[in-house]
């Protein structure tokens, strides 16, 4: 029904328009505009559930400065539609190793993954067969190593780590579903050979 009305109004405004070029930009402007416009306020009313960088990295900083993690709802309203949060430093997930200059194999061999930091870029080696939870804990302290460390090669502290599992433990109290971990990283891994 929708179509038909849709079919019959395009026709009438064609042939309201069709004599006069001004009045046919005029109104191709106006309904452009009010496309957008509709098209926006539809993206405002979904509630995604799931965490990409963007959510995730409000979801730390509001956990980082208040304490409490903030449901869907209240993280969606904060997501910027058309511009990115703006930071001091960009996640890569999926570095290569040999971007990584360290002398401690045991960083190496301790996690799923290896976080380093170099000219405003935080990178996330991610070791084969690192999971959804090993997404999410590397994202975070990548994170907090964008704002916090200074050193090239981060690792995190035990206080730091412990704030992790309480950060985590709120998550899908809160609604959040970590079924699956869109969070950006490439297919790049490492394996380790003894």
Known sequence: MSNLIGMLLSMTVINLVATSPPLTWITFT?????????????????????????????????????????SPEMINSMEPFILGLR???TIHM??????????????????NYVIYKHNGVVSVCLKAGCTCED????????????YYSDTRHFVPSEDAE???????????????????????ASETRFSVVQ
């Open 94 to 111: 999926g570095s290569s190793l040999k971007d990584l200059q360290t002398q401690n194999v045991e960083d190496i061999l301790e996690r």
């Open 135 to 146: 997404l999410f804990e590397a994202y975070y302290f990548a994170h907090r190593a964008g």
């Open 87 to 89: 930071k001091n430093f």
């Open 30 to 70: 106006t309904l452009t505009l009010l496309h957008l416009y509709f098209n926006y306020r539809a993206c405002q009313c979904l509630v995604m559930r799931s965490l990409n960088p963007t959510r995730y990295s409000l979801l730390i900083e509001h956990y980082g400065d208040c304490g409490e993690v903030l």
């Open 162 to 184: 412990e704030l992790y599992r309480m950060f985590r433990s709120l998550l899908p109290s809160n609604g959040w579903d970590l079924s699956f971990a869109p969070l950006g």
